[in-house]
């Protein structure tokens, strides 16, 4: 499936080494077939299959998801919940796949606020995987990246007043160093779904030079073909890092 656009996203150019995405849509598109919300999130997990099988297709090295936010917690306890499940419903039906196709996973976020059941099914599927080398697949859980960025500077001052660090080098790269995502490069392409302009409080620092992509398509209609449809349109972009090429 997507064959054809996978050949030209080979011939076309440099495929991004980091492709982060904000999955939107689930509430419209189980709203549009009368359905609950839940069940718009759970048909949103064949999504996440399918991207992580293009992005193996296609040579992609990180995939960072934007699986719930801090501000999630403000929704109806229910739907919380049934997002709680949902994680650890993920976790059981994809680890041993998730496994063997190489894939490490990771969960960014104050894990700390996850319920009991949840917390123990993600602490699982990060050590199971560790070993993996194909794709760091980075699942952005109880995430926000105003925290992020937050914690990062407690982490320096606390390591300014114990004297392991002179405040005089504090610089970008240590920074970058105390966040989530420190052991992997900036994203090169955001993609949005659902057709929302907006960040919404995800990777923040990380995205400064990001290509950004938003499409119309609801996450749980969104297959590897449009990933694909998202990279060919990324290879098209003269990305320039604010400075001019000559
Ligand atoms: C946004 O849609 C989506 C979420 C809050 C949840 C995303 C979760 C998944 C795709 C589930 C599977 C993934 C994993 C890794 C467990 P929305 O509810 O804001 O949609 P709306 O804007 O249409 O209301």
Same mark, same amino acid.
């Given at each position: 499936m997507g064959d054809d656009l996978l050949q030209r996203v080979r011939v076309h150019g440099v495929v991004p080494a980091h492709i982060a995405i904000i999955? &939107?849509?689930n509430g419209r598109w189980a709203a549009g077939r009368a359905l609950p919300r839940p069940l718009g999130h759970h048909a949103g997990m064949s999504s996440v299959r399918e991207v992580v099988e293009g992005c193996l297709e296609a040579g992609v090295s990180v995939l960072t998801l934007f699986a719930f936010?801090?501000?999630? =917690?403000?929704?109806p306890a229910g739907e919380i919940e049934a997002l709680m499940s949902l994680l650890e419903e993920y976790i059981a039906r994809e680890m041993s796949e998730l496994r063997a196709q190489g894939v490490a996973v990771?969960?960014?976020?104050?894990?700390?606020?996850?319920?009991?059941?949840?917390?123990r099914a993600a602490d699982r599927i990060v050590a199971e995987t560790g070993g993996g080398t194909k794709l #760091?697949?980075?699942?952005? /859980?109880?995430?926000g990246s105003r925290a992020e /960025?937050?914690?990062?500077?407690?982490?320096? #001052?606390? &390591?300014?007043?114990?004297?392991?660090?002179? $405040?005089a080098a504090i610089d970008e790269e240590a920074l970058g160093r105390r966040?989530?995502?420190?052991? =992997?490069?900036? $994203?090169?392409?955001? /993609?949005?779904?659902s057709g929302e302009m907006r960040i919404s409080n995800f990777l923040l620092w990380q995205l400064a030079y990001?290509?950004?992509?938003?499409? $119309?398509v609801l996450w749980p209609d969104f297959t590897r073909r449009h990933l694909?449809?998202? /990279?060919?349109?990324?290879?098209r972009r003269d990305r320039r890092f604010g400075r001019v090429l000559a």
């Open positions: 999955m &939107d849509g936010s801090q501000e999630n =917690w403000q929704r990771r969960i960014l976020g104050d894990l700390d606020r996850l319920t009991g059941g949840a917390r #760091a697949l980075n699942l952005c /859980i109880s995430y /960025i937050v914690r990062a500077a407690r982490l320096l #001052a606390e &390591d300014a007043a114990a004297g392991r660090i002179d $405040p966040l989530y995502t420190a052991e =992997w490069p900036d $994203p090169d392409l955001l /993609i949005r779904t990001a290509e950004l992509y938003v499409t $119309p694909f449809e998202a /990279i060919l349109e990324f290879q």
